[in-house]
């Protein structure tokens, strides 16, 4: 059977939409490369599949599916896993763990990666990246996004470069979509054509504003909207501009809708050991169909909201703008409540290109024969305003965001470790075919910037400039993708060890470091209380105090904060500490912890290099304190599967402290822990 019948016939297709006949026309299975531009729910992902069959099954090599999130990549797998492993195809799927090579990998086909784990996977010289011969990139129009966009540009630049693939660059509808073609070397496949037609407009006293058309409704704010959509057996999505926003506004739905059977609220409690607050107000929504959607929730609380609310068991979400990038979430009806957010200390509305990625999640295929996208106002003037800026305006042009100097600084870093590059003209030369380079052609002040890079990382004994190659240490520092100035200052913190440093001075040394930020803010009424800590405790810190009148004294006090964030959760402080004290939610939390987790693993790596082995003692077990969140005294405890911090809390103050001691204390272990914690333990 050729890949087309495959395809279609694992998809229930009996014909081809007009987005894909035309990727098809434009030689999707011919090699050639592609940058297909279409709404939301258009089926790009089955033109990816096209491409990923054909590469399998006529050139026996591998493709690479690069996702911009974790949980996408995982909805990836899943989704490949059930309708394409029946037929012997290999899936893998990598997110984590950047200091590995991954080496399970080399035996799939299909390999699905976020953009910063296949850089990570270049870094480490991988050996199957030469048997790649497809890589599709989805939600390429992220390229504009300045966190996850150069590390994209840059992945892609290397492939293209080096490995010669066919690249399928799936994008939603952007106004320069002609340039990422050209840039890419790609046909351009571009259309409007969604299989669920859609409507947008504006709500606005009583009033449904189309374009050319208005509509009187019996609805006269948006709680009677969602309840008339979900009386009516459909979804509903809400976007807000901030977490306690969404949450708000799902406390105050809930109020309005009856109990519902469901499971989903008992689990959502059993995310963490302890629940909290938080897990309390997202369990109490959630009994009640209703619930809400940030970074602030545990990843397994997310997965789990995401997953009932496909199979129809949650009635509405509340969710923060980052729901809208690529998550397969439609529901019928979308609302977007908030124009504007705060970015940079003020309120600036919100870019086109994500509002219409918002609006594109209206109208769920196989369920609804429409879908319905609003926008609120709350007076003729916004009304108007919002017409014009997000129904009529054009879409934002993708711009690369490569030259700003942190990425700048990682990626010539590793550029020249991996030996891609041999020479300062052949670095400008290689920038010159990024995106950047394609957009604004040879830029003198691009040019400026490197040579100061180059300088800056001479300086920190990265590279050696005259033979144009990266140091031992440098090699190691872009393996472990720390960004270079972070590397500096934990090598720096590391000679100032001395007999008066404690666990409180690397977690300091370690927020300090650009991958713990945005750091904590200092509220006015804080700062008395943290330079009075500072006084009486100068010696602790592994790097200079800066003047009260620095620049640099504010950023000090901050990481100071996330210090002690990290401090308090080594000294067993609950998840519901965190959130009254620092206002920090278990989300933010385990990112947080997960982030410095990693950094004190790059700071034990540099000091085993350096032949400080007890101080790389020290980092690894104050790793293993912060991912544990536990005092040094259960570090025995905690190793054993299946007892978390509070388990072993409990156990150690019964005197049990060790596997051995469980065994003759059993009738006492099993009522602290449970008896099927306890039979797993001395099975």
């Known amino acids: 059977m050729e890949p087309i019948e495959i395809v279609k016939k694992l998809s229930n297709i009996e014909k081809f939409n007009p987005v894909q006949e035309l990727a098809l026309e434009k030689g999707l299975m011919k090699g050639i490369n592609l940058v297909v531009s279409s709404p939301t729910a258009s089926g790009k992902t089955i033109i990816a599949e096209l491409a990923m069959i054909n590469n399998w099954m006529k050139r026996k090599m591998k493709s690479v599916y690069i996702v911009p999130l974790k949980a996408l990549a995982y909805e990836k797998y899943d989704d490949f896993k059930e309708k394409y492993e029946k037929l012997g195809l290999k899936i893998g799927v990598s997110t984590g763990d950047l200091d590995s090579a991954s080496r399970y990998l080399r035996d799939k086909d299909i390999i699905i990666l976020t953009s910063e784990k296949l850089d990570s996977l270049i870094r480490h010289k991988t050996e199957w990246l030469s048997e790649i011969s497809l890589v599709i990139a989805d939600e390429t129009h992220l ?167 496909r199979e129809n068991k949650i009635k509405v979400i509340c969710a923060t703008t980052t729901l809208a990038a690529g998550l397969n979430l439609p529901a019928f009806l979308v609302i977007v409540r908030d124009i504007k957010r705060f970015s940079g200390g003020f309120s600036q509305y919100i870019p086109n290109l994500e509002v219409q990625q918002m609006l594109g999640r209206a109208g769920r295929p196989k369920y609804d024969s429409n879908g319905l996208a609003l926008l609120l106002a709350k007076d003729e003037n916004v009304a108007i305003e919002l017409r014009d800026k997000y129904l009529l305006g054009e879409v934002e042009p993708i711009v690369s965001k490569l030259s700003m100097e942190p990425v700048l600084r990682m990626q010539i870093l590793s550029l020249i470790a991996t030996e891609f590059i041999y020479s300062k003209e052949k670095l400008i030369d290689f920038f ?138 080594i000294s067993e402080r609950t998840e519901d500490h965190m959130l009254e004290e620092y206002s920090v939610t278990p989300g933010e939390l385990y990112m947080k912890i997960s982030n410095a987790e990693w950094v004190l693993y790059a700071a034990e790596e540099f000091a085993k290099l350096k032949d400080k082995n007890e101080i790389a003692e020290e980092l690894n077990k104050l790793r293993l304190r912060l991912k544990n969140g536990i005092r040094e005294e259960l570090l025995k405890l905690i190793r054993i599967k299946g007892i978390g911090r509070v388990k072993a809390r409990k156990l150690y103050k019964a005197g049990i402290k060790n596997v051995e001691s469980i065994r003759e204390n059993k009738i006492t272990a099993g009522r602290l822990i449970g008896k099927k914690t306890l039979e797993k333990i001395l099975v």
């Open 143 to 309: 390229l504009t996004d300045p966190f996850r966009g150069p590390t994209l540009e840059i992945v892609l630049t290397l492939l293209k470069e080096n490995y010669s693939p066919q690249i399928i660059a799936l994008s939603a509808t952007i106004s320069n979509c002609d340039d990422l073609a050209e840039w890419l070397e790609a046909g351009l496949v571009l259309s409007d054509y969604r299989p669920v037609p859609l409507k947008k407009g504006i709500f606005m006293d009583n009033k449904l504003i189309f374009i050319g058309e208005t509509k009187e409704v019996e609805c006269s704010d948006l709680n009677s909207i969602v309840k008339k959509v979900v009386g009516k057996g459909k979804q509903v999505l809400i976007f807000l501009s901030s977490r306690r926003n969404t949450e708000s506004l799902a406390e105050k739905l809930s109020k309005e809708f009856p109990l519902v059977e469901n499971e989903v609220s008992t689990e959502i409690l059993k995310a963490l050991e302890t629940p909290t607050k938080q897990c309390r107000k997202l369990a109490g929504c959630l009994k009640h169909g209703i619930t809400f959607h940030h970074a602030g929730l545990m990843n397994k609380q997310r997965s789990k909201i995401e997953k009932a609310f």
């Open 432 to 569: 010159g075919k990024t995106f950047f380079g394609y957009t604004f052609g040879a830029s003198l002040e691009l040019e400026i910037k490197i040579e100061s890079i180059l300088e800056q990382l001479e300086e920190f004994g990265f590279l050696d400039l005259e033979e144009f190659k990266a140091t031992p240490i440098g090699k190691r520092v872009s393996e472990l993708y720390l960004d270079p100035l972070s590397a500096h200052k934990l090598l720096l913190s590391l000679e100032r060890v001395n007999s008066k440093t404690v666990p409180m001075s690397y977690l300091h040394s370690v927020s300090s470091c650009s991958e713990l930020y945005p750091s904590l803010r200092v509220k006015n009424n804080e700062a008395e209380e943290f330079e009075d800590f500072i006084v009486k405790n100068e010696n602790l810190f592994l790097s200079d105090v800066p003047e009260p009148y620095d620049f640099d004294y504010g950023l000090f006090l901050q990481s100071l904060k996330t210090a002690m964030l990290l401090n308090d959760w």
